[in-house]
């Protein structure tokens, strides 16, 4: 299967915090302080939570293959 980059945005929190997600698609993911994979690859640790089969893995891969 070929990888189909979607170019996602993630949203940053904290462990008290609930993701406002208005925000980013009223305003746009870098206005909102969204991050892309290249925001992430600079980071030292992430954790990145999603439902199960939304495409982590083979992002994951695709983001090490780059």
Not at 48 to 59: C, D, I, Q, R
Request: contains cysteine.
């Amino acid at each position: 299967m070929d990888f189909i980059d979607l170019n996602r945005y993630f949203v940053p929190l904290r462990e008290d915090q609930e993701a406002d997600l208005d925000i980013g698609r009223l305003w746009g993911p870098q206005v909102s302080g969204w991050l892309s994979w290249a925001d992430l690859r600079r980071r030292r640790r992430v954790i990145l939570l999603a439902e199960a089969y939304s495409g982590k893995t083979e992002e994951f891969r695709h983001q090490c293959a780059t």
